[in-house]
Structures are given as structure tokens and as C-alpha cells.
């Protein structure tokens, strides 16, 4: 009984932090709006996304390793991630703490995974799991959001596309394109 409440409360964290990895990046990383008018901190991962990222691989979507440090637009805090957490967690502990603490681990490992593909898909040093077919597949899935950078909001759980409909259709030059770039 305990390990299937464990695994629900898996299942429906997941499916949470699709829906909050979507908003989250086309809401305030995308889009100006009323907080990165407002926040130097909302500003700057606003910028540093739609325009240094997205502006750097509009027409590459890899290019060579850099040194760490020089990649900030590309990552999330994840030692962060548990503070992000942690309004969402507090009114779940209401219910459930165990809820509460597989919601801090599931964004915790969520920006902890994001970081490591995110950062391979564009600064490949051929990881272990770069040959994995789920990195594959959400190397294509990523591949398709710059080429299409109002479809294919989510990175990690891409569930969310689906359900809200932003998912991209990769066309025949783009499948040409992929495997160029290796990701078939």
C-alpha cells in the first residue's frame, strides 16, 4: 500500500512540474510581461533565455563544451529548486507529507535533469546517456522548440505540449536536419 502511494504521488508530481516546466518557459521565459517589466531578476531570466539563448542557437542547435560558468543560460539554480518548491510543498503537507517531500524531490531532480541534458543537447561531451533513446528523443523534442520557439515548451516531462497543444510536428527537412546533427 505504501509503495503505491509513493508511486501516485510520483506519477501526479511529474505530471505537475510538466505543466509548471511549460508555463514557466513560455510564460516568463519567452515572454515579456508584467514581471520581467518590473524585476531585475524576472528581466534577466527573461533576456538571458529568449534573447542570449534563443539568438546564439537559432541557427546551430550544438556547438563546442564550454568551461562551467559560461554556460548560466543554459541552467537552472538547482540548489534552488527545494526553495522554488516549497510554497506548493506547504500547502500540500496539509494532505500529505509525503506528498510534500516526493514534490521537493521531483522539482529538485527535475532542474538537477534538465541542467545535464539541456547542457548536452547544446554543449555535447557525449555523456553516457547521450546515446540513451529518451535523451534522443527529448534531444529531438528540444531541437524542434529552436527551430519552433512557440511549440515544445517542456525539456524534461513533455507531457504538457501535448495536453495544451504546443507540441511541434517535426516536417521532412527537420528530421533531415536532426539526423545531421545526430540525434536519430
Known sequence: MLLVEIGGWIV?????????EHQVHSRLMHKQNFLSRRSASFKRTFEAHAITHHKHY???????????????EIRLTVRKAPIKALPVALVLALFSWKGALILIG???????????????????EQKPFSNWPIYKFLARYHYLHH???????????????YILGTHAN??????????????Y
Open 12 to 20: 501526479i508530481c511529474c505530471i505537475f512540474m510538466s505543466f509548471v
Open 58 to 72: 537559432l541557427k546551430i542547435f550544438s556547438d563546442e563544451p564550454v568551461p562551467p560558468g559560461e554556460d548560466k
Open 106 to 124: 521531483t522539482v529538485t531532480a527535475h532542474h538537477w535533469i534538465w541542467n545535464k541534458i539541456h547542457l548536452e543537447m547544446h554543449k555535447p
Open 147 to 161: 527551430k519552433y520557439p512557440d511549440r515544445n515548451f517542456n525539456v524534461v516531462f513533455p507531457l504538457a505540449d
Open 170 to 183: 517535426a516536417r521532412e527537412a527537420d528530421l533531415q536536419s536532426m539526423r545531421a546533427e545526430g540525434l
